[in-house]
């Protein structure tokens, strides 16, 4: 028989568990990243060239979700990895409508500012990024204030680029893709359905055949169809879902955050990795897509 004072600790430890329960999207929310490794030499990668690049996705910053002082102390965190080059992989700016508080592009930006790399810090925007700017919305000539923020920082930006980087007398191409989900639709815009900016082949023009290419885009979508001669493809957008029940995920960012939400994939000889990111979107809430800094051992 159950006795009062028994009766009381079951319950109080019912209550904790519910208030464990409740909190614990949250804990994920405000987690210090989890670093996720990965070792790879991509297909057609240039024999002898070893590269460590830091990758940082979905930053969406806000209060009091992704503080100046958390995103400062990322960025210390990816520049301890000590990567020969840092990736940005867009959708700076919030993602979210529960906030306390904003964080404009100046601030955000000059704390992305501050890290330093030997082959640089390169970036490419995320549809959030496009999203929130009106002006871009209603004329594409217009160039997006997330740009000016990011370049006025001192960060090389890329939409449908491509740089050729070397290290040790050994080449690759990075090509940065422009975002596949850029353009809201809607009267106001005179667009019946959402379209994207991407151009991929204007991204690879100038690439000569048999060079290696690593394409930053947002999305995972362009993965299926991406070019053979890309030979290795990063994204974040994802989020891993941001809620991933045991691997049941409630919720897509597209279809192809759907096919492929978070990790390594390799398709007809093809590889892709996906970062879980590090912010949120709709919803401030993260279970099972605990934040992530990627950090890729090349070669």
């Not at 958390?70 to 979210?96: F, H, K, N, W």
């Not at 920082?153 to 080449?171: C, D």
């Not at 979508?221 to 030979?231: E, G, H, T």
């Not at 960012?253 to 939400?261: D, I, L, M, Q, V």
Request: proline share 6%.
């Amino acid at each position: 028989m159950i006795t009062r004072r028994g009766l009381l600790k079951l319950l109080g430890a019912g209550f904790l568990t519910l208030v464990a329960t409740a909190a614990y999207p949250f804990a994920e929310v405000f987690g210090k990243p989890r670093i996720t490794t990965y070792a790879l030499t991509p297909p057609g990668w240039p024999a002898g060239l070893k590269l460590r690049a830091a990758v940082i996705a979905d930053i969406h910053a806000c209060e009091p979700w992704m503080t100046v002082s958390r995103i400062e102390a990322i960025c210390r965190q990816a520049m301890d990895l000590e990567p020969d080059i840092i990736l940005l992989l867009g959708d700076y700016v919030s993602g979210t409508k529960l906030v306390t508080g904003t964080v404009d592009s100046s601030e955000w930006s000059a704390a992305l500012g501050a890290l330093r790399a030997p082959l640089g810090v390169h970036a490419i925007l995320g549809n959030h990024d496009y999203w929130h700017d009106l002006t871009f919305q209603r004329d594409q000539t217009a160039v997006p204030f997330v740009v000016d923020a990011l370049q006025g920082s001192g960060i090389a930006t890329y939409v449908n680029q491509a740089v050729r980087i070397e290290k040790g007398g050994h080449g690759f191409w990075l090509a940065g893709l422009g975002d596949q989900l850029a353009l809201l639709p809607g009267a106001a815009h005179g667009r019946g359905s959402m379209r994207g900016i991407d151009d991929l082949d204007a991204a690879l023009a100038g690439i000569p055949d048999g060079e290696a290419v690593v394409l930053m885009a947002h999305e995972p979508d362009i993965f299926p169809p991406v070019d053979p001669r890309v030979s290795l493809t990063l994204c974040g957008h994802t989020h891993g879902g941001q809620l991933n029940l045991f691997g049941w995920r409630p919720f897509s960012a597209s279809r192809g955050s759907a096919r492929f939400p978070a990790g390594h994939f390799a398709v007809d000889g093809r590889e892709l990795i996906v970062s879980r990111g590090l912010g949120c979107s709709v919803l401030p809430l993260r279970i099972g897509a605990y934040p992530e800094i990627l950090l890729l051992d090349l070669g």
